[in-house]
């Protein structure tokens, strides 16, 4: 097995100690099959212990181990060391307020995705004993990629308008509103209009489109969004003009 | 333990020069000024129009003058970013499904390819005549 | 949080942008290139032309649409970019842009059908 040393920028933050985040440099004997995390695991092994960041499942599906390589909001253990030059840069993910290291503050995600009702709305409450809910595939198909999302907020990471607009509620979260909303089993659209079709929701959202780049499961949160806007508009059209019907 | 947050400032004017996408993102947004000023020449072509012959064969003078052909090449490119940009995006604004499978995102780009591809053909039979 | 009334903006704008998209290139071209560039002749604009195409009621809505779609969507867009560029007065900012879109829509109308 091939070795390669490579050095790693990492940016430190010790909450307890530093006024701020500052770069430290690693030089970390890579094998060739490595992703990132595992070089990064590597250097709290055997460098430096007190080097804080997330993970956990390592192969891309809890969304843990979000963070910046060379600028580029990634998951650090679906990206291979392969892919990459002798120096990379390494910082938390864009858009959040750092805990430490490599380790972000969630909370207005968070807060966000609640406010969304991330979960079935049923038009009834059915007994147990009715039985479970009935779907063909192609209602299933409707919505089952926006099922996708494992919250991993590289999304909010690459959208400029999360950047720069601090109410906005983001591509993940609204993603997530339009795969309940698209849920045959749901009818909690208008419940969630209020805040998806305020203007902190789809309506700061200027399609740049850089969320569904790095989303690393195809859910594609602006094509979700531009979807919402299109719906949106129609209800709000059909409220103003035949406002009898509801 | 404390907790103290950092949070990393982000310019509100040049955050777009950092991400190359972001730079293709803008220019796609400023497009939006070409086709903006290319209608208001419409406009004034209209107001020309109104005042008579004179009026508006002086106008015609300027617009195919080295000034007003440098506004059009330029308003012709962004003109066409803006036709590119818009029916690439088109599949994820309106997804079309045919029973369980979504018809692919190059189907619906070439069908509008196709439809400019005919208006044109018809605007330029029109002038030709 | 109150439901946004964008809708009325944005639908003019995405309506804007599908028209501009369609017709705004073919419509450069011959106004403003084919000309110059030796393509068309200059007959194809001239006055008497250009006068049967708009006081011809199908031109005059045609071209009402060709001004009115565009300009919206360009106002639109801009107030966001002006925004994206880290100027801050949104209210200020939205009714120069779509007070500008309007007006010359209403000038192009008061041309198009006093003709």
């Not at chain 1, 966000?112 to 039985?131: A, F, H, M, Q, T």
């Not at chain 1, 400029?160 to 009818?187: C, I, K, M, T, W």
């Not at chain 1, 094509?223 to 409220?239: C, L, N, R």
Request: aromatic share 12%.
């Amino acid at each position: 097995m091939n070795k390669r040393d490579i050095e790693f920028e990492i940016l430190r933050y010790n909450p307890e100690t530093d006024e701020k985040p500052s770069f430290q440099t690693y030089r970390v004997p890579c094998q060739e099959d490595w992703v990132i995390l595992d070089a990064i695991n590597y250097v709290k092994d055997e460098i430096d212990r007190t080097l804080s960041y997330r993970w956990s499942c390592h192969m891309a599906v809890c969304g843990s181990c979000g963070m910046m390589i060379n600028g580029e909001p990634t998951l650090s253990c679906k990206s291979f060391l392969r892919d990459h030059p002798d120096r990379i840069r390494i910082e938390p993910l864009s858009n959040f307020p750092i805990e430490r290291d490599l380790i972000t503050v969630m909370d207005d995600f968070m807060e966000k995705l609640g406010s969304v009702k991330p979960y079935i709305v049923p038009n009834e409450d059915r007994p147990v004993d009715e039985g479970e809910h009935r779907q063909t595939p192609a209602q299933l198909a409707d919505f089952k990629q926006y099922t996708a999302c494992i919250n991993c907020l590289l999304c909010y990471a690459a959208c400029p308008q999360y950047a720069l607009n601090e109410d906005f509620v983001g591509p993940g979260a609204l993603a997530l509103a339009h795969r309940y909303n698209l849920d045959s089993r749901d009818v909690g659209r208008e419940a969630r209009a209020d805040v998806v079709a305020s203007n902190a929701g789809i309506w700061e959202c200027s399609f740049v489109g850089a969320c569904s780049q790095v989303c690393p499961h195809d859910v594609d949160p602006a094509g979700a969004i531009q979807q919402t806007k299109i719906a949106s508009t129609v209800d709000y059209f059909k409220a103003l003009l035949m406002p009898w019907r509801n | 333990m404390s907790r103290r947050p950092y949070v990393r400032e982000v310019s509100r004017s040049w955050w777009w020069l950092n991400q190359r996408r972001y730079v293709g993102y803008m220019i796609r947004e400023l497009s939006c000024v070409f086709i903006g000023a290319y209608t208001a020449v419409i406009v004034v072509s209209l107001m020309r129009l109104s005042q008579g012959q004179a009026a508006y064969e002086g106008f015609l003078d300027a617009l195919w003058g080295p000034v007003g052909l440098a506004f059009h090449i330029v308003a012709f490119v962004f003109a066409l970013y803006h036709t590119t940009t818009w029916f690439n995006v088109t599949p994820k604004a309106m997804p079309l499904r045919l029973g369980e499978r979504r018809v692919p995102g190059g189907a619906i780009i070439g069908a509008h390819y196709a439809g400019w591809l005919a208006v044109s053909a018809v605007v330029l039979f029109l002038a030709g005549d | 949080m109150a439901r946004s009334h964008k809708p009325v903006v944005w639908s003019l704008f995405a309506g804007g942008g599908t028209f501009a998209a369609f017709v705004t290139p073919v419509m450069i071209f011959v106004t403003g290139l084919a000309v110059p560039l030796g393509l068309l002749s200059p007959e194809t604009l001239a006055y008497d032309q250009m006068l049967a195409w708009v006081q011809n009621p199908a031109g005059k809505g045609l071209i009402f649409m060709a001004v009115f779609l565009p300009l919206w969507h360009a106002a639109h867009r801009l107030r966001i970019t002006v925004h994206d560029f880290g100027i801050r007065c949104d209210a200020l900012v939205s009714v120069v842009c779509y007070g500008a879109a309007m007006s010359a829509t209403v000038v192009a109308g008061v041309f198009l059908f006093g003709i």
